[in-house]
């Protein structure tokens, strides 16, 4: 057998744990063989209301497999993914080998790349604007038989997907399974600093006077009440609705044809990886994707009859502006903002590397 020594093993681990994840909840455990790993699902930190049918996982692990590629690429080595398509959490075997005579590409460089991508959920600078040429090579990365770069440029499109997304996004504050979800999730203070996981509230991007209204916000019954007096649309304005307005660009990211969310979680970290490295912020807007999935994979389940009559509008008219995009076939995998930052992103944390490492 190939043996890979074991330090180079972990640092594509290390890589790989860099992805981003839905909530930052790093779902994933990792058993160590001689020429590779075992990618497990961690069961403890996946599964809230938006990971439909795991679609959320099965995006994190293809962001996940695609920044392992990426440094094995790096170290001269051949990657092989064996996909175990069971019941199992057992979710890929990554075998490795060298290639000989192989011109490496930097090292460093593919670390930075990887280390250097995050989500910025603040104010962009609008006026701003991200070079046609810039644009152009990221949709060159995504565009391909199976998937679609759209970007909303008009100022009806811009207008229609601006009001699409906050329209959902209002729909999550109203939702109690989707509202305790969040306060599972979200860390005040240091709490973050400890857990190492999760939606430190520093990363929100929200004025800091917001934190403390948002940790009274916590019991379900009192939010409740206060989306009596219009609560989900203020949160909906300020978490959304202006964020996406500060934001030079909006695009999407379709698969056309039959769902395929690990190679979809690839082909988004390429995009995302590429668009950092160019300089530019990114924020991924999950709530309208998550939504969609969860209407035609499980019907709806969770909604009430208004609530699902709403998205089926909602797709129709995420549907009428995305040209390309068969909503009877074809899945929107992820939609971002982009455009340049205002200040310095404060990263999320990662556990550490040691309790990932599973022992069986
Ligand atoms: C499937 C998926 C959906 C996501 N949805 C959102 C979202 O709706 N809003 C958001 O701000 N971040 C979203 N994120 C980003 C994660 O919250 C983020 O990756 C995680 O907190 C780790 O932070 P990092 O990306 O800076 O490493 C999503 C990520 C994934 C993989």
Not at 48 to 76: H, P, R
Not at 298 to 318: C, D, I, S
Request: with cysteine; hydrophobic share 40%; proline share 3%.
């Amino acid at each position: 057998m190939n043996k890979i020594p074991r330090e180079h093993l972990v640092k594509l681990i290390e890589a790989g744990i860099q992805a981003p994840s839905a909530d930052n909840g790093q779902p994933w455990k990792f058993k160590l063989l001689e020429d590779g790993f075992e990618l497990w699902l961690d069961q403890d930190n996946m599964g809230l209301f938006f990971d439909v049918k795991q679609v959320a996982t099965q995006i994190s692990c293809g962001a996940l497999i695609e920044n392992v590629v990426t440094l094995a690429n790096a170290l001269g080595l051949a990657t092989h993914i064996r996909y175990l398509n069971d019941s199992s959490d057992k979710f890929a075997v990554l075998t490795f080998k060298y290639l000989g005579g192989q011109e490496k590409v930097d090292i460093d460089d593919a670390n930075q790349t990887i280390f250097g991508r995050c989500t910025d959920r603040s104010l962009f600078q609008f006026k701003k604007k991200i070079p046609d040429t810039l644009m152009a090579e990221l949709a060159s990365l995504v565009q391909s038989d199976e998937y679609c770069l759209h970007t909303y440029k008009s100022p009806k499109e811009r207008k229609t997907i601006i009001q699409t997304v906050t329209a959902t996004d209002t729909i999550r504050f109203i939702h109690e399974r989707i509202h305790n979800d969040f306060y599972k999730v979200l860390r005040f203070g240091k709490t973050a600093e400890q857990t190492r996981d999760g939606l430190a509230s520093a990363t929100l991007g929200i004025e800091s006077f917001m934190i403390p209204i948002l940790q009274l916000l916590r019991p379900w019954k009192l939010a409740k009440l206060l989306n009596y007096i219009g609560l989900h649309h203020v949160m909906a304005f300020r978490g959304t609705w202006l964020p996406m307005k500060s934001a030079p660009e909006i695009v999407s990211i379709i698969h056309k044809g039959k769902a395929d969310y690990v190679g979809s979680g690839r082909v988004m970290q390429r995009f995302w990886l590429q668009a950092n490295k160019a300089g530019l912020s990114v924020q991924p807007l999950g709530a309208l994707p998550l939504f969609l999935a969860r209407l035609h994979q499980l019907q709806g389940e969770g909604f009430t009859p208004e609530q699902l009559k709403n998205f089926v509008a909602l797709e129709e008219e995420f549907a009428d502006i995305t040209r390309g995009f068969n909503k009877g076939d074809d899945q929107l995998v992820m939609l971002f903002r982009l455009g340049y930052g205002k200040k310095q992103v404060i990263r999320s944390y990662r556990r550490d590397i040691e309790s990932f490492l599973k022992s069986l």
